[in-house]
């Protein structure tokens, strides 16, 4: 199975900075998924087909990546935006998630 | 508009079963699978394996044959989980997600998770 990791486990972010969780793979993928799940919570489907943002999705948020390297960029933090994010992968039976990156407000 | 409702809280000794249940609505329920989620306390997002909700056909991830069983009730929207042999280990909450794409854009609608406690 595709085993992906998150880096960093956990970063914390002050109002208006600039945050990147990475995701890499351990094969090739096509696609990565990311979500955002808060404490208590179900996750939430946060961005597809490694660049699309889900419905209501800030555009703050952005994704890019291809193959093995992918990543989430928050442009500017805000205080919501303090989560736990999982990437997830489709392209390999099982899909696969990370092990989450907690996100808190510094 | 669209939801995934899940059964209560349980809690359970080793050894018993437990059944938990995801009831769909607002949408056509046998057009996308239902895919079953762990995740134990301060841990991650694991995939279980999901059910094709036409065909009533069950694909389990390895760590997760033997003891699950993914079942349906079509006629009333409804998907189950039933966990026999309770471990301490199997004490996690467990999501149900109805996934799929519609028209091009994600359909990705999760339950609200049930919390299974293991205890003797």
Avoid: H
Wanted: overall charge neutral.
């Amino acid at each position: 199975e595709i085993v992906l990791t998150q880096s960093p486990t956990t970063i914390a972010a002050s109002p208006g900075e600039k945050v990147t969780i990475t995701c890499r793979a351990s094969s090739s993928v096509s696609y990565m998924y990311w979500y955002q799940q808060k404490s208590g919570a179900s996750p939430k489907l946060w961005i597809y087909d490694t660049s699309k943002l889900a419905s209501g999705v800030p555009n703050r948020f952005s994704g890019s990546g291809s193959g093995t390297s992918y990543s989430l960029t928050i442009n500017t933090m805000e205080t919501e935006d303090a989560a736990t994010y999982y990437c997830q992968q489709w392209s390999s039976t099982p899909p696969t998630f990370g092990a989450g990156t907690k996100l808190e407000l510094k | 508009q669209i939801q995934l409702v899940q059964s209560g809280p349980e809690l359970k000794k080793p050894g018993e079963s437990v059944k938990i249940s995801c009831k769909a609505s607002g949408y056509t329920f046998t057009n996308y699978g239902m895919y079953w989620v762990k995740q134990a306390p301060g841990q991650g997002l694991q995939y279980m394996g999901w059910i094709n909700t036409e065909t009533g056909k069950p694909t389990y991830a390895d760590d997760f044959k033997g003891r699950f069983v993914f079942f349906l009730e079509t006629s009333a929207s409804t998907a189950y989980l039933q966990i026999n042999n309770l471990k301490n280990e199997d004490m996690a909450t467990y999501f149900c997600a109805s996934v799929g794409y519609y028209d091009g854009t994600p359909f990705d609608y999760w339950g609200q998770g049930v919390m299974v406690t293991v205890s003797s």
